[in-house]
């Protein structure tokens, strides 16, 4: 663990009125929401009407995990959440006020996380409201299963959600409050919830900025930065997702008649894993419980950010397991199902399904390759040198990947090395399809849409876009005799040029591949010597380095930090290699 001294940065005015601050703008951005700003209590502007005709639900805690609790308040949720500084909980005066501004003849239920603050803060403030007479229970929620053996039990976490989820519906439907309690409680005892940090979180104005070691994360850590199970080292989300769900599984209360156990999947992101990852993370949770667990049928999937902890990299995974008895177990169901006006509940249902491909409406792969095979033997090289070049062009990509990558990483985004090496593998699994294109043109264009499919960014729509019209030009030409293979092909490769340049405004001078293409292509056509076209192809590349950033990669870039560089354009430079490779495999 390592004390990073550098000051972490935060959109704030003051560390203080940060809380304040954030639920002003919750209730501007949110007008069905109201606040008590000196008690930091958020409540439904409807609360008079909810209040005569249900049960009402608060819960609260400290600041730092939206959307809980604010981002639960709307109908059919919380009609109130309290909210303590970041990461403190409320005193039980802001409890006490909240409860008496959203009680109902019907009762309030208060929902906490089992935490020691909380629970003693909330239990005083139910206490105190039932001396006024204001019928009142407490729920707590501990589905922690990282410290459950400990003397307090385990830590509340995701679940929470699902159990002010339920028994929101439940209020909605006009039940009891004894009977809501009881189900609420019923659900915390069916939940088991497991988490998983890279980092710590950082409390805003704190001097604090902890970090985990490098290549490690820590199994279990709470959402205040509490101490988890175990550190462990980096692994991918496969692996990560299946050692959780192993260590949650004998924490679940599976079917006792036989059956498969019902159970509901919730992936709760922390708040500081990008949503490319965290939807990585939801991919293997909901695969693997199909497929690993078999005694398990998943009936629905909540994913998103719950109960977060700020900025932690991290998220967790909760089941909940169905009772038995299938009618109980429809109806907690339809209470996760039961839509509301809430700013951090998902209104999307999600059943699980495996079922998620479309059907493309495109024509289908052959008649997109329609009357090509008029392009004869005359247009093409042999197959086998088709093959040998494919072949000479993978293994360039992959080993010019470190100086593509170097030269992108200080003049671009750093991705087009990692391009080069997508590109390989896509065209060698392509490979068996490309060789048995019907002809040339065919294999061509077989070429572009594997490229297409697999490999994004400027450069490959550039690449794609070439070919596709350079297939066009060879099958243009495929029935003019007058000309030999080498002109058919020269003559193509400059229609592809023209072509392309309806759709970039790239020119040679701007400092981008097409400083390698334009003089490979011009000098071929006027000289027919392919020599000469690369030795142009070179020296346009080399020329790069010190031109002026216009467009592509470094137009982002101040002159003088592209002069400092002293590199060429990592596009000009990774075609100027792929273009030798090429001619030198043909020859």
Known sequence: MANNPGKSKHLMNEPAKIVQDSLHGLCYANPYLKLLPEERVIYAANVDNVARKQVTLIAGGGSGHEGAYAGFVGDGLLTGAVCGGVFASPSASQVLAAIERVQSTHGVLVVV???TGDCLHFGLAVERA?????????LV??????????RVGGRGMAATAMVIKCCGALAAQGVALDE???????????SATLGVALDHCHVPGSASNVTLPAG???????IHNEAGLSRLALMNAHDLVAHMLDLLMPHLRLAHNGDKTRVVLMINNYGGTPALEFHVVVKEAIEQVHKQWTHLTLERVLSGSFVTSLNMPGFSLSLLTLPDNHELADRWLSCLDAPVHALSWPNTISYGSKDIYGTCLSSSEDAQHTDTTTDSAQVSHAPAVLEKVLRAVVKQLVAMEPTVTSYDTV?????????????ADAIDKAMPKIMHAKSMVDAILVLAETIDHHIGGTSSAIICIYLNALAKGLLASS????????TRWSHAAKYALQALMQYTQARKGDRTMMDTLIPFVDTWTASKSLDTAL???????????KQKPALGRTAYLSEETVRQANMPDPGAYALAQLLETIVTAAQ
């Open 113 to 115: 996380m089992n935490y």
């Open 216 to 222: 490690e994360m820590e199994l279990g850590m709470g």
């Open 130 to 138: 039932k001396a006024k007479g204001i019928q009142a229970k407490l």
């Open 141 to 150: 929620v501990n589905d922690d299963i990282a410290s459950r053996d400990t």
């Open 535 to 545: 030795e142009a192809a070179r020296n346009g590349m080399t020329a790069t380095i």
């Open 479 to 486: 029935d003019d005799t007058s000309r030999d293979n080498a």
């Open 411 to 423: 003049l671009g985004d750093g991705d087009l090395g990692q391009a080069c090496v997508f590109a």
């Open 180 to 190: 809501i309690a009881q189900a609420g409680q019923a659900v915390i005892e069916h």
